[in-house]
């Protein structure tokens, strides 16, 4: 069952790409020498998720909620510099997971090669990458976005101030009444309150009654399920000591992704 001009099976490939997707290639490869008595050196290990084309979910069933965020991975530097983090994309839903690093069309046009629900949930913080992934997701007709909750109640605690203030925009907020709440911060100077006012007008469109809609479960409330997800990605290019090349990015969460979807071994080899 080998390919050409390659002397590990497909199986053995596959099981080198459930490793690596865990751990360091070099913990691979010494992993697998013990697991099976092969030698698949960690260059190979590193080659082997290159040359794949990973397979994204594919949703049997009309998607109801889709929730975005952001993650962090270290870029590699030159000897003597410092390395930097940049930001990279992930979207899920109860399909799966889906990640890209300056690649949001990868998101995007996964999406909406999906059946989604009339209308699709659309669930995220206050950052625009974001929503800007979302208002190229489906029609604007067909999407409701709703801002975290969780999010939104992070950044009214931040303005700080008098509690019985704050638990009262608190209260104003969870039944979806922007203006009142706003009302209680218009009259302040402080810096945390004007931009907490003009986060509200902002995302007013998007702060829903929330009390309505998590006690009749019309859909989530908080974009929690795409927070896990990026937790289980650190979990594999956060690991102590690890940095990557710019372009080996795309394909290093695609493989994590792949993994976590359960789709590794079904993956095609690129030619």
Known sequence: GCGSRSRLSPHLENCCLRVSANVAYQHAAEDIKY?????????????????????QPRATADIEELSADGGKVR???????????KDYKAIVSETG???????????????????????????GDGHDGVWNIFKEISCEQNRREILDWYHLNQNLQKVGGSMKRLKQAEAYLWKGKVESAAALFTKLKKKSAVNFCKYLEKHKQRIINYEV????????????????????????????????????????????CAYLNGLIGNQRQAA
């Open 213 to 256: 809609f998590s006690t009749d479960g019309i859909c989530s409330i908080g974009s929690g399920a795409v927070e896990s997800g990026i937790k289980q990605i650190a979990r594999r290019i956060k690991i102590s000591g690890a940095s990557w090349k710019s372009e080996h990015v795309g394909q290093v969460l695609a493989h994590r």
């Open 75 to 85: 870029l590699r530097a030159a000897q003597g510099e410092k390395s930097e983090w």
């Open 35 to 55: 697991l099976t008595g092969v030698t698949v050196p960690s260059k190979t290990q590193q080659r082997l998720v290159h040359y794949q084309d990973f397979d």
């Open 97 to 123: 997971i889906i990640a890209s690093f300056n690649q949001n069309d990868i998101i995007i046009n996964w999406a909406n090669k999906q059946p989604l629900a009339k209308p699709i949930t659309c669930l």
